[in-house]
């Protein structure tokens, strides 16, 4: 595989929709509109650029997205929140990805996470939070191979199931 994390790009449009759909399909991601981002997938690009500035309201904090690419194709997506707010701190922590259902368990999950990382320590985060839920063995399995420790299991009040809150090292290079 010739994989690798590239920031949102216009040139991949027509693989992200193939993608959507394919969310869709598993009713993920229905608040982005297919029509409506064919139409103006270039403002789209920019709009998620925007999320990395520090000038982001309603206490949401500065997020880089990216993009795993193979051959030119779009495989999933991850994102890298600056630092931790109470809310993230809870639930969320620094790091989330998805893969689109047609290329998962093909070990991409492993490799987003650990691409991932490696913006994280340029980013100057030495110890990220990542979390999901206490049924989502893949994700588990994705973080634990990525030196995931779990600090505990908590039950939030907004959550249905048990999230699992992970803590991975990142060297300083
Ligand atoms: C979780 C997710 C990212 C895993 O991606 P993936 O590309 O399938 O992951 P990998 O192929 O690298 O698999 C990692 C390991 O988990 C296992 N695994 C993956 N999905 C699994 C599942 N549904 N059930 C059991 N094991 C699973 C794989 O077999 C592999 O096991 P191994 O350690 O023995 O090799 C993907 O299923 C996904 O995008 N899910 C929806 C969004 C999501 O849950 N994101 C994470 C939020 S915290």
Redesign the pocket.
């Known amino acids: 595989m010739t994989y690798f994390l590239s920031p949102p790009d216009a040139i991949y449009r027509l693989t992200y929709l193939d993608a959507l759909r394919e969310f869709h399909a598993e009713l ?1 991601n229905l608040e982005q509109d297919p029509a409506a981002l064919n139409q103006n997938f270039e403002g789209y690009v920019r709009y998620l650029e925007r999320q990395s500035t520090d000038k982001r309201r309603d206490g949401l904090v500065p997020e880089s997205y990216f993009w795993l690419i193979d051959d030119g194709i779009y495989i ?1 997506r991850l994102s890298l929140r600056h630092y931790l707010n109470d809310r993230l701190l809870q639930f969320g922590g620094h790091i ?6 047609t ?11 650990r691409l991932g990382l490696e913006k994280a320590r340029r980013q100057g985060i030495t110890r990220a939070l ?4 206490d049924d ?10 990525n030196g995931g420790i779990l600090e505990n299991t908590v039950l939030l009040s907004h959550r249905a199931v048990p999230t699992r809150r992970y803590w991975i090292d990142i060297p300083v290079q």
């Not at 989330?96 to 259902?101: D, V």
């Not at 990542?130 to 839920?133: A, E, K």
């Not at 989502?136 to 191979?145: F, K, M």
């Open positions: 993920h999933g989330g990805y998805e893969i689109r259902p290329k998962r368990l093909k070990g991409y999950g492993k490799a987003i996470l990542i979390t999901c839920d989502n063995i893949g994700s588990a399995r994705v973080i634990e191979a």
